[in-house]
């Protein structure tokens, strides 16, 4: 099997480990690819619905990985227990839907390596929900699928859950993936120069409402990302001095 846009790129950040847990797996792609390329020795597919699992179990039955993969009917990690040595994987839901999972398991997601989250929607919300509980972000890289980019956070358990320098975090953490400019991501000037004109089209749209009608609208949002791209092209241009 072959991967191809977001899972692929999902599937590049997932270390080696004893077991991946894929929380939303819908028909197992990501588990099965994992399996065959060694990433993992086991694989729990996990999802809220039976008909996908229906599908996953013939996928796996037709990769012959019935003794590698499990299946669990799961709502998020309800029904299962990841380790120290395990990843778990929760993708392809909104931002808020995910960090819901998280917060209803915290003790589980804790427990793990690591956790690889792929939010379709408020990814702010999810950063947000890492750093307010004790995670530090790893990595975070950028995917282009069908003219949309995603975003891939690596995250895990801050060491002796210190979460210090979180307290520390302002609102522009946040909303700026700062290891997309410490990586130099290469899709990273793209992706700002798009969270600039969505923000400054926000503010268009105040300007114009009755409540603010004639007046000027400044929001945060807009220099956040102006400065993370200033930043990022600095960067850029010093790295190829």
């Known amino acids: 099997m072959e991967l191809k846009g977001r899972l692929a790129a999902i599937a590049s950040k997932v270390p080696k480990c004893e077991t991946l847990f894929d929380i939303g797996t819908d028909h197992a792609y990501l588990p099965i690819f994992l399996i065959q390329e060694h990433i993992c020795n086991h694989a729990v597919a996990c999802d809220v619905r039976s008909g996908p699992l229906r599908i996953a179990k013939k996928n796996i039955a037709k990769h012959g990985f019935q003794n590698n993969i499990d299946i669990v009917l799961s709502d ?4 299962v227990a990841p380790t120290k040595r395990d990843v778990i994987v929760i993708a392809g839901m909104g931002g808020m839907l995910i960090a819901d999972i998280l917060d209803a398991s915290k003790d589980k997601v804790d427990s793990a390596a690591c956790i690889i989250l792929q939010a379709n ?3 702010v919300t999810l950063r947000e929900w890492l750093y307010s509980n004790s995670f530090e972000i790893s990595d975070e890289t ?10 891939i956070i690596i995250a895990k358990l801050a060491p002796g859950n210190d979460a210090t320098s979180n307290n520390k975090k302002c609102s522009k953490d946040f909303f700026v993936g ?3 400019i410490d990586n130099a991501n290469p899709l990273a000037e793209e992706y700002f120069e798009r969270m600039i004109r969505k ?6 749209g105040l300007e ?3 409540k603010f009608s004639g007046t000027q609208i400044n929001i945060p949002e807009v220099e956040y990302f102006i400065e993370a791209l200033a930043e990022l092209r600095r960067r850029n241009i010093d790295g190829n001095i």
Do not use: F, H, M
């Not at 998020?76 to 029904?79: E, K, V």
């Open 121 to 123: 929607t408020a990814i």
């Open 142 to 151: 950028l995917c282009k699928e069908d003219r949309r980019i995603y975003n």
């Open 208 to 210: 114009k409402s009755a």
């Open 76 to 79: 998020g990690l309800s029904s």
């Open 178 to 180: 700062q290891k997309l």
């Open 199 to 204: 923000y400054q089209k926000v503010a268009r």
